[in-house]
């Protein structure tokens, strides 16, 4: 009843019919695959909940209802999206498990779809890497690949980037990034030092004209560096010490009023008080609230938030709260190369890498 409630938003009934074939395979995923690993503490983090359901059917309304793809393809697309090529990120699974599981399961979830959508639908869903070099899209207004497209912004685009977006792995990777972009959501790429989280998203934003302001965290970054403070400037006409205080705003508010792309590095670094501050961003009201100033900031269309953080296994630094697992599009895990992981609630997107080869 809830999932019809849900596709009942959508502007057409032919959301409804995929109310069955979602609740198919959540109930066989939470039986065969969970329920026969039940023994293993692992598999309880994988149980499918209301929630993630809830987020499997937005991105099939959000994404299936623009009519550039058919609602079998978005189906599948969510499905990945919502968990599966997240299975071994941040939890004690092997690649090996979690290869095996992804297979088990896309294959159930290609059973599910009617014979005469299954090949128009398959496109960048089981093998990601087939023929993805000739899928880029770069024409007036957007950049992407297919059938993944992000409206272009307003920054000149440079005719040389100095980075190779079709390289094998960069391109899956890249199209993975753009899956997620497809809901209004934050996202959060996690992966070992080096493996070109940065660079990736850095790339993205230059070949699709949109300003990227990087900001490092650490265990002493302020909300009030975020967002912005009162502080000393100089004015002949406030007396004889020539001082008085003016407000000046913080790095993360001057990109949001401006629209832009920000890159929030080391983000699990980030103390309590930072997260919580930047929530109001990361949820549905896509607003925040600045105190001192008595005013409330909408995101933008344009403004967009990336995070990265190195994977918890190697460096001490702290988990990322569970307050962030219910706010954002989640992503990268890799060992040479890069990944993406995403989630909505704990709507997971994920891609693992090792070396150049698909795990």
């Given at each position: 009843?809830?999932?019809?409630?849900?596709?009942?938003?959508?502007?057409?009934?032919?959301?409804?019919?995929?109310?069955?074939?979602?609740?198919?395979?959540?109930?066989?995923?939470?039986?065969?695959?969970?329920?026969?690993?039940?023994?293993?503490?692992?598999?309880?983090?994988?149980?499918?909940?209301?929630?993630?359901?809830?987020?499997?059917?937005?991105?099939?309304?959000?994404?299936?209802?623009?009519?550039?793809?058919?609602?079998?393809?978005?189906?599948?697309?969510?499905?990945?999206?919502?968990?599966?090529?997240?299975?071994?990120?941040?939890?004690?699974?092997?690649?090996?498990?979690?290869?095996?599981?992804?297979?088990?399961?896309?294959?159930?979830?290609?059973?599910?779809?009617?014979?005469?959508?299954?090949?128009?639908?398959?496109?960048?869903?089981?093998?990601?890497?087939?023929?993805?070099?000739?899928?880029?899209?770069?024409?007036?207004?957007?950049?992407?690949?297919?059938?993944?497209?992000?409206?272009?912004?307003?920054?000149?685009?440079?005719?040389?980037?100095?980075?190779?977006?079709?390289?094998?792995?960069?391109?899956?990777?890249?199209?993975?990034?753009?899956?997620?972009?497809?809901?209004?959501?934050?996202?959060?790429?996690?992966?070992s030092p080096g493996v070109g989280k940065t660079s990736?998203?850095?790339?993205?934003?230059?070949?699709?004209?949109?300003?990227?302001?990087?900001?490092?965290?650490?265990?002493?970054?302020?909300?009030?560096?975020?967002?912005?403070?009162?502080?000393?400037?100089?004015?002949?006409?406030?007396?004889?010490?020539?001082?008085?205080?003016?407000?000046?705003?913080?790095?993360?508010?001057?990109?949001?009023?401006?629209?832009?792309?920000?890159?929030?590095?080391?983000?699990?670094?980030?103390?309590?008080?930072?997260?919580?501050?930047?929530?109001?961003?990361?949820?549905?009201?896509?607003?925040?609230?600045?105190?001192?100033?008595?005013?409330?900031?909408?995101?933008?269309?344009?403004?967009?938030?990336?995070?990265?953080?190195?994977?918890?296994?190697?460096?001490?630094?702290?988990?990322?709260?569970?307050?962030?697992?219910?706010?954002?599009?989640?992503?990268?895990?890799?060992?040479?190369?890069?990944?993406?992981?995403?989630?909505?609630?704990?709507?997971?997107?994920?891609?693992?890498?090792?070396?150049?080869?698909?795990?």
């Amino acid at each position: 009843m809830v999932l019809k409630l849900a596709f009942e938003r959508g502007s057409d009934s032919i959301f409804l019919q995929l109310c069955n074939p979602m609740l198919s395979y959540v109930e066989w995923f939470n039986d065969t695959v969970c329920g026969e690993k039940s023994s293993s503490r692992i598999w309880s983090d994988f149980v499918l909940s209301l929630r993630d359901i809830l987020g499997w059917a937005n991105f099939i309304i959000d994404y299936g209802g623009l009519g550039t793809v058919g609602i079998w393809s978005a189906f599948l697309h969510g499905a990945s999206l919502m968990h599966l090529d997240g299975l071994c990120l941040g939890t004690g699974l092997s690649s090996d498990d979690a290869k095996n599981t992804r297979s088990k399961a896309k294959f159930y979830l290609i059973g599910l779809v009617p014979d005469k959508f299954r090949e128009e639908s398959l496109v960048g869903f089981v093998d990601e890497s087939f023929d993805i070099e000739k899928s880029f899209i770069t024409s007036q207004g957007v950049f992407g690949i297919k059938p993944f497209l992000i409206r272009t912004g307003n920054e000149p685009i440079p005719s040389s980037l100095n980075f190779n977006l079709k390289a094998p792995t960069t391109c899956v990777n890249l199209r993975r990034v753009l899956r997620a972009m497809q809901l209004k959501k934050p996202i959060l790429l996690e992966g070992s030092p080096g493996v070109g989280k940065t660079s990736l998203i850095s790339a993205l934003a230059r070949v699709s004209g949109h300003n990227l302001v990087r900001i490092n965290l650490s265990e002493q970054t302020d909300i009030s560096d975020l967002m912005g403070s009162d502080l000393p400037v100089v004015d002949e006409s406030a007396g004889a010490d020539g001082s008085m205080f003016s407000w000046c705003d913080g790095v993360f508010l001057k990109a949001l009023k401006r629209g832009d792309w920000v890159l929030l590095d080391e983000l699990n670094l980030a103390s309590q008080t930072v997260l919580e501050g930047l929530n109001s961003c990361f949820d549905h009201r896509a607003q925040v609230f600045v105190p001192e100033l008595g005013q409330t900031f909408d995101c933008p269309d344009s403004f967009r938030v990336f995070a990265a953080q190195n994977p918890l296994a190697q460096v001490r630094n702290m988990k990322l709260r569970f307050l962030l697992n219910d706010r954002c599009l989640i992503s990268f895990h890799c060992i040479r190369a890069v990944v993406v992981k995403a989630y909505q609630s704990r709507f997971l997107i994920a891609l693992r890498k090792s070396m150049w080869t698909l795990c």
